[in-house]
């Protein structure tokens, strides 16, 4: 089992920042990719980024240029600039293991108003 504890969701004007962070415990060695997703109300989860065990990087075409996502040991950052109300959502850290196991953390709300 690989456990995610994430913290940094909050309320932030438009044009403001957050950092999201997940921590990871138990079996870390068995992780592959670590990353982030988000759901709206009313939307279906969608990837946000994601990092790789030799640190590639992917993220959707939405976030480009604003977030940016780094992993440090078995923490993995997700950094938000310039957010939008549209980035208003529970963001949710992912992890993908050994044998196609996931594991999600719990969520995270972040509000982006006035």
């Known amino acids: 089992q690989v456990h995610l504890v ?4 909050g ?13 990871a415990s138990g079996r870390t060695w068995e992780i592959d990719d670590m990353g982030w997703y988000r759901q709206a ?8 980024a994601v990092v790789g065990d ?3 990087t992917n993220y959707a075409e939405s976030v ?4 940016d ?7 993995v950052y997700l950094q938000m600039n310039s957010l939008k109300s549209e980035d208003t959502a529970i963001y949710y850290c992912h992890v993908s293991a050994t044998l196609s196991r996931d594991y999600w953390g719990q969520g995270t709300q ?3 108003s006035s």
């Open 6 to 9: 994430e913290s940094g969701g």
């Open 69 to 75: 996502i780094a992993r440090v040991g078995n923490t």
């Open 41 to 48: 109300p009313g939307k279906q989860r969608e990837l946000v």
């Open 110 to 112: 972040v509000t982006v």
């Open 64 to 67: 480009k240029g604003r977030f």
């Open 11 to 23: 309320l932030v004007q438009p044009g403001g920042s957050l950092r999201l962070s997940c921590a």
């Open 54 to 56: 030799r640190s590639s």
